[in-house]
């Protein structure tokens, strides 16, 4: 019995430092970056030519409060602040840039809202509408006619949901 216990400890600790080590896959962190208000908490975010782009809300109500902070990780070992860009109702869990544009959810009735973010440090708003409504998620994407936005949709005026293709 003690043979087999022996033998058995001996296959976990083989075990344990074949598998737990990250390093052994070349992982390590190469940076670092935390919310500076403790009451918000990261809803999405993405990146795009170096900057990171993250949408954040209130932890607790009221959650209109949104901001999408711009961050440079040309160093990802730290990460510095660009913007933060504070917009009610602005940004949430639909969240992508494609290019130099933001493309996020706006107002009780989830519709589009598209940023320019061509100069990191001063974004500005291209668009508000109701050009799509309901959206829960997005995804752009180009080709050689354009740029596209594939817009996931609960319901918007037809009452129908789906899925909405706009040109950008």
């Known amino acids: 019995m003690r043979k087999i216990f022996v033998i058995f400890s001996i296959i976990l600790m083989m075990a344990a430092c074949a598998f737990s080590q990250p390093d052994s896959l070349n992982m390590k962190i190469a940076g670092e970056w935390e919310l500076p208000d403790t009451g918000f ?49 602005l940004g949430g869990f639909a969240f992508r840039v494609l290019g130099d544009y933001l493309y996020t959810i706006c107002g009780w009735d989830f519709n589009l809202a598209i940023l320019d973010v061509s100069q990191p440090d001063t974004p500005s708003v291209e668009y508000i509408g109701s050009i799509v409504m309901g959206i829960s998620a ?3 994407y180009s080709d050689s006619s354009g740029n596209y936005l594939v817009c996931s949709c609960i ?14």
């Open 155 to 168: 319901a918007d005026s037809t009452g129908a949901g789906g899925l909405r293709v706009v040109n950008v």
């Open 138 to 140: 997005l995804c752009p």
């Open 41 to 89: 908490e990261i809803l999405s975010f993405d990146i795009e030519n170096s900057h990171l782009f993250v949408s954040e809300c209130p932890s607790s109500p009221p959650w209109h409060r949104k901001r999408i902070r711009i961050l440079d990780v040309t160093d990802p070992s730290s990460p510095t602040e660009d913007y933060t860009l504070e917009l009610d109702s």
